[in-house]
């Protein structure tokens, strides 16, 4: 999460990374990590209201963090929400990837065609073996 100008705008790392100056990790005790993620969008709102205080650049501290008061539901709830959001969440990041491959795919291979260094049919074997 940004905890500078803008504050409140919220990532979902993939892999394991280094939060580094105006940025701030986030996670739930239990690790559930689709209710973690749907929880910091649902504090947009709370969060919008750092980036008005009057000064230069908005932000948020520690403390300011640890006084927002922030429904807490039973491990149940957190359990079955995560049991649903977190296979949507997967699809949603195998898909992300999947466009990013597609558009590097067709960025090699646009420009191979324009040059002349691919000929269209073998442009094809080469973005069906991808």
């Not at 705008?9 to 005790?29: F, P, S, T, W």
């Not at 429904?71 to 466009?99: G, R, Y």
């Amino acid at each position: 999460m940004s905890v500078r100008a803008p504050v409140g705008d919220i990532n979902l790392a993939d892999e394991r990374c280094a939060a580094g100056r105006g940025v701030a990790a986030v996670r739930h005790k239990s690790g559930a990590t689709s209710y973690t993620y749907a929880m910091m969008g649902a504090l947009r709102e709370a969060f919008d209201v750092f980036n008005g205080d009057g000064t230069l650049f908005g932000s948020i501290g520690k403390a300011d963090f640890d006084k927002m008061q922030v429904l807490v539901p039973p491990p149940a709830v957190v359990e079955a929400f995560e049991h649903i959001a977190a296979p949507w969440d997967t699809q949603i990041l195998t898909n992300e990837k999947q466009s990013r491959s597609l558009a590097a795919t067709r960025d090699a291979l646009l420009s191979q065609l324009l040059s002349g260094e691919v000929r269209l049919g073998d442009a094809r074997e080469i973005a069906r073996s991808v």
